[in-house]
């Protein structure tokens, strides 16, 4: 069951880091673009750009600090980053299984 109206979560969906959708709603597909780089592809395009995101990752390091992005919003799509800082510097990586899990709200 879907809910749909105001403050709805419009897309939520949980990728591997090779471009692989675990698991969602309202997306069509997602695209690896590199390392920590994922696009994904809404099957339902959102009213406007303007919607808010939650991501998370899941590291698979013991001492680096895990680092999330949104790179792009658009209506039918998408783009977020994932990598972790080390000593001051910062790398965008690829943490396998559960690399991006992400929930995007929107106006409908």
Not at 12 to 27: C, E, S
Not at 35 to 44: E, H, I, L, R, S
Not at 46 to 56: C, D, E, P, R, V
Not at 80 to 94: E, I, K, L, Q, S
């Amino acid at each position: 069951m879907a809910y749909y109206g105001d403050n709805a979560i419009h897309a939520w969906g949980n990728a591997n880091d090779n471009g692989t959708l675990r698991t969602g709603f309202n997306i069509s597909g997602v695209t690896d673009n590199g390392a920590g780089d994922m696009t994904a592809t809404f099957t339902n395009s959102a009213a406007n750009a303007n919607y808010a995101t939650n991501i998370s990752t899941q590291t698979t390091s013991n001492n680096a600090e895990s680092v999330t992005a949104v790179h792009t919003s658009a209506t039918g799509s998408i783009r977020v980053r994932t990598g972790y800082t080390y000593y001051g510097g910062m790398a965008w990586y690829d943490f396998g299984n559960h690399a991006f899990q992400f929930a995007c709200y929107s106006l409908y």
